[in-house]
């Protein structure tokens, strides 16, 4: 009997030193950062995976070694882990990673859609992010069409409100334009709803027109209202708008960055010297302060203005004054 309870008391110490020896092992491991580079590591948990699945691609990856601590450590803190992509910072330990991995603070990215641009120009821009799933075809501009873009839309121009855009893996150049999309929908929705009585337009895709128009003579914030008056009275007056900016939209590749006066004379749709009123599209992405100059121009008597050399314009009333500004740009008296 005697010696039965030395060996149990033996068994027991064994297991309690055992016990001991585990518990130091696995604080260890809690207190032990995973080997991730300094400058930290994208890691993507996929649909459906489970902790197993994670440890398996963690040490796949040299990041830690499977073991029966992983094991132990989700038994005793369970967690839901979303699917996304993560950046796994260095000093994390395992605590640390799965509690990101099941926190849903995935990795964004931006894309920026840029005042001024022309649908061309977005197309090249979302065919060059790495980081967005490519499943439109944008390489052809035959197929810019609305049945392959938006149904309700009968030209992409214009049509995609200027901002910067987070999105996160999985997300495609399709999202980006649908949310875009509504995005210009609500902003020109607000703007027409803000509009001047009076103005010469008959409908909110006018004003977008007339926007885009804006958005492409000037930068300067304090010039969109004049520039907008100007042609508001333009429209008014049934005088032609003469705008060069959409003349070089109806060349389209033909411009190589010089506009000519055999340019201004031949007739395309967008031609603005030789046809009255707006032209058939809008011929960029107006911002929302475009936007709402369109549908707010300044009063005013201008009828016209011309570069100033110094990054704006000056304004003129009469045709003489044009013609004067004109030449004190071009270096005549």
């Given at each position: 009997?005697k ?20 518990w ?10 995973l080997a ?7 890691f993507?948990v ?15 990856r ?18 839901i ?30 894309f ?13 821009a ?8 490519h499943?439109?075809?944008?390489t ?16 992409p121009?214009?049509w ?16 980006i ?14 703007a ?7 103005l010469?337009?008959d ?14 003579e000037?930068?300067?914030?304090e ?46 749709p ?22 709402l100059a ?12 011309v ?27």
């Open positions: 009997m010696t039965v309870l030395i060996t149990a008391l033996a068994v027991l110490v064994l297991a309690g030193a055992t016990l001991g020896f585990a130091s092992r696995y604080q260890q491991f809690l207190q032990t950062p991730i580079p300094v400058t930290g590591e994208l993507e996929q649909p459906g995976y489970g902790g197993a699945d994670i440890v398996r691609q963690l040490s796949e040299g990041f830690t070694q499977a073991g029966w601590e992983w094991k132990l450590l989700m038994r005793l803190e369970p967690a882990y979303r699917a996304g992509e993560y950046r796994l910072q260095v000093g994390s330990g395992p605590r640390e990673v799965l509690a990101l991995l099941a926190s849903g603070r995935v990795v964004a990215y931006q920026t859609l840029v005042e001024g641009w022309t649908f061309r120009q977005l197309a090249q979302l065919l060059a992010d790495p980081n967005l799933e499943v439109l075809d944008l052809d501009p035959s197929q810019w069409t609305p049945s392959n873009l938006f149904p309700d839309m009968q030209h121009e214009g995609f409100l200027p901002e910067t855009y987070q999105f996160t893996k999985g997300d495609s150049d399709r999202d334009l649908l949310r875009a999309h509504a995005a210009m929908q609500e902003a020109l929705d607000d027409w709803e803000r509009r001047a009585t009076g010469p337009l409908s909110p895709y006018e004003l977008l027109i007339l926007a885009s128009i804006i958005e492409k000037t930068a300067l914030e010039e969109r209202g004049q520039i907008s008056g100007v042609f508001v009275r333009r429209l008014n007056k049934r005088m032609r708008l003469q705008t060069d900016p959409t003349v070089i939209y109806g060349m389209g590749e033909d411009f190589d960055g010089d506009i000519r006066r055999k340019d201004l004379r031949t007739d395309t967008y031609n603005t010297y030789t046809r009255h009123g707006l032209p058939p599209t809008p011929i960029a992405m107006p911002g929302r302060a475009s936007l369109a549908a707010s121009p300044e009063p005013g008597e201008t009828l016209y203005f570069a100033n050399g110094k990054g704006g314009h000056t304004f003129s009333k009469t045709l003489a004054e044009h013609q004067a500004a004109v030449n004190k740009l071009i270096g005549k008296n």
